[in-house]
């Protein structure tokens, strides 16, 4: 007996519901199947982590590490997350700067409703453009806490060359379990994307009894989750072309590099 594909996927998705399945576990896109699919499984959970200098704390975390697990691709190539909330509230995971479909963008009470703890949310979406991202929580103070990592898409078609390329994340930290708040309001960065987004206070997706924002008050400055002097040394030799990969999970803070 022959069936075509459009029956096909009619069937599968009729079984799936009758069998109860998360319509959320279901792949996003089936008019990619020709294309590589690279699949990621993150738990969200809190874990001890320590900076390097002074005392391990309560973060909390992808897959039991800060930063994250960075994600390589190369472009083109479909992104398959499987996400799962070992938190005590609702989570997700927001791309950013990837152009994404909306469904997939992760921004709780706007895009999605939250990943609420127990759920198990699968994110689905093409790789490009080429370039460096980040990917984090877009929940209440989750950033912050350390629900962050690198993307890294690769071009299809690479230009030039270098000999050795390196991944550099600069992150503020509140070393202290699950971080903490200051008594100001959040600094002009946030404020000045919630306006340029056209949301107002009343929009915004937290509890109207939180109120505004407040900005935690950092006592630390790490790359790729440890602080100086802990931090790995980048190796390279004499001559080398070096390619480094900039980014800066802070919510408010700027870095001047040299």
């Known amino acids: 007996m022959e ?25 996003y ?12 499984h993150f738990s969200a959970s809190r874990a001890k982590v320590n900076l390097g200098s002074g005392p391990g704390f309560w973060a909390w ?34 791309w950013h700067g990837v152009p994404v479909p909306n469904p997939m963008d992760g921004v709780p009470g706007i ?17 490009r453009p080429a370039g460096t991202y980040l990917y984090h929580s877009h929940a209440k103070y989750q950033l912050d806490l350390g629900l962050y990592g690198a993307l890294v898409i690769e071009p299809a078609n690479q230009a030039g060359s270098y000999d050795r390329e390196y991944t550099l994340l600069l992150e503020d930290w509140v070393m202290k379990d699950d971080g903490g708040l200051a008594d100001r309001p959040r600094g002009s960065s946030m404020m000045g994307m919630r306006r340029g987004m056209g949301i107002g206070q009343a929009d915004f997706p937290y509890p109207p009894a939180e109120g505004i924002l407040l900005e935690p008050r950092y006592d630390a400055r790490a790359f790729n989750g440890k602080v100086y002097p802990a931090m790995a040394p980048l190796s390279v030799n004499k001559g080398d072309k070096v390619k480094l990969r900039l980014a800066n999970p802070s919510s408010t803070s700027k870095s001047r590099v040299r």
């Open 111 to 127: 895009t999605q409703k939250g990943v609420m703890p127990g759920e198990t949310f699968v994110y689905e979406f093409e790789a």
């Open 61 to 94: 975390t992808y897959n039991g590490q800060v930063p994250g697990p960075e994600i390589r691709v190369k472009e083109g190539e479909i992104i398959r997350v499987f996400l799962k909330n070992f938190l005590s509230e609702e989570t997700s995971i927001h």
């Open 29 to 40: 896109s089936y008019a990619e199947g020709s294309k590589k699919v690279r699949e990621f």
């Open 3 to 27: 069936i075509n594909r459009r029956s096909f996927l009619k069937t599968t998705l009729g079984a799936t519901l009758a069998l109860g399945i998360p319509t959320s576990l279901i792949s």
